[in-house]
């Protein structure tokens, strides 16, 4: 497990300019996200060789608290380098910095000031602060990193937006529902599909010749999950790679999230299809097809 602990804040710290660093950039943008959105971004270590999969290809932590955090990475191709990375949060002065502790960068500060613009607006200032000692040499690096964050923030961006949105959607868990999909035949025929069940998205596929039914969204963050590749039992959260049995629910990493799904009844007389959650049994698939 990784060591919690505390750490002192930047507000403790001599600014970089004092340390002999030299600004080699500044990006700056308007996030549509609110603050508490972007701060749980800032500490969600997780989802970096996920949803950043172009610059990281691994992750794995070392130590974390209300400081902040700090991983052992290995870079994406082509470096396919290994890095540490801490990352120290100031929430009292809305900033935090990134550190590159070792590996390619090494001695390289980001420093990034958060302030809100809207309730669901956010303005980020990124700063780069590197040991380079030449200024051309600084300059050029600085303009790459700030095409990497341009990047970086889209991508952010785009979960942080996702994730508002689910939560806003969320509808509370129903005591039961139930939804008629057709007969079989109709059914089987249609697959993959998705439906909305008790305000919901669930989507609907067959395995070994049953049926079976799971959320669209991942458990742990709200993620949005695909239908099941052809093939396959598994579904992996595109934000944080969680990945799930779509037949049991289980998280096959044995982290405790487990995937919602519809019980399935078919009636006897009719080869009708009906879905049920929020009831005793709806994880089983016994009575599927």
């Known amino acids: 497990m990784a060591e919690v602990e505390s750490r002192p804040s930047l507000s403790s710290e001599r600014p970089p300019l004092e340390r002999g660093l030299l600004c080699a950039g ?19 270590w997780e989802h970096l060789p996920w949803l950043h999969a172009d610059s990281f290809a691994q992750v794995e932590l070392e130590a974390r608290g209300a400081w902040g955090w700090r991983v052992s990475a290995t870079l ?14 100031d929430r009292r002065r809305a900033r935090y910095v990134s550190a590159t502790l070792d590996g390619p960068g090494s001695g390289t500060e980001i420093w990034t000031s958060l302030a809100p ?47 508002t949105r689910a939560l ?5 868990r129903p005591e039961s ?26 989507h609907v596929v067959e395995r070994a010749g049953r049926l079976q039914v799971y959320a669209a969204q991942c458990p742990h963050r709200l993620g ?19 990945r799930f049995d779509v037949c049991s629910g289980a998280e096959t990493s044995g982290r405790p999230w487990t995937l919602e799904r519809a019980r399935v009844e078919i009636d006897p007389s009719s080869g009708g299809v009906t879905l049920h959650v929020g009831e005793p049994g709806e994880a089983s698939s016994e009575d599927s097809a």
């Open 117 to 163: 613009v809207a309730a669901s607006h956010t303005q980020i200032r990124v700063e780069f602060w590197l040991s380079e000692r030449d200024p051309a040499s600084a300059r050029r690096r600085g303009q790459s990193l700030c095409r990497t964050y341009a990047s970086l923030w889209d991508e952010d961006e785009r979960m942080m937006v996702e994730r």
């Open 26 to 44: 500044v990006y700056e943008r308007v996030v549509a996200a609110s603050m508490p959105r972007v701060w749980e971004n800032v500490f969600d």
């Open 168 to 172: 806003a959607a969320r509808h509370p």
């Open 224 to 242: 949005p999950l695909p239908a099941v590749p052809s093939g396959s039992d598994h579904v992996t959260c595109p934000w944080h790679g969680y």
């Open 177 to 202: 529902a139930s939804l008629c999909l057709g007969s079989l035949a109709e059914v089987r025929a249609s697959l993959p599909r998705s439906v909305e069940l008790a305000g919901r998205r669930f």
């Open 76 to 89: 994406a191709e082509p470096l396919q380098r290994e890095v540490r990375i801490e990352l120290r949060a």
